[in-house]
């Protein structure tokens, strides 16, 4: 059974960082494609940030690329998103994907 678990959201000030994480189990780490998306209130889910595991090729999307860092450690089976520059705008839920599969989210609130 495929779990994932994040955790590492908080409340920073503007310009701030974050470092999120996501726990992975219940399928094989090394062959799979990893993904970040986040739901800011009131809107849909968004794609922040996707790495695949085996080559560490990474995608992001132009609101976030040069801020946010996608990696991986897989020792621990565990995703990692590194978030710079930190604006009210990147005020969201933030959850772990991987194919249909989801974690509970974890909240980020950027706020002075």
């Known amino acids: 059974q495929v779990k994932l678990v994040e955790s590492g959201g908080g409340l920073v000030q503007p310009g701030g960082s974050l470092r999120l994480s996501c726990a992975a189990s219940g399928f094989t780490f090394s062959n799979s494609s990893m993904s970040w998306y986040r739901q800011a209130p009131g809107k849909g889910r968004t794609f922040v940030a996707q790495?695949?595991?085996?080559?560490?090729?990474?995608f992001y999307p132009d609101s976030v690329k040069g801020r946010f860092t996608i990696s991986r450690d897989n020792a621990k089976s565990t995703v990692y998103l590194q978030m710079n520059s930190l604006s009210p705008d990147d005020t969201a839920v933030y959850y772990c994907?991987?194919?249909?599969?989801w974690g509970q989210g974890t909240q980020v609130t950027v706020s002075s």
């Open positions: 994907n991987r194919l249909m599969s």
């Open positions: 790495i695949n595991i085996a080559t560490g090729t990474t």
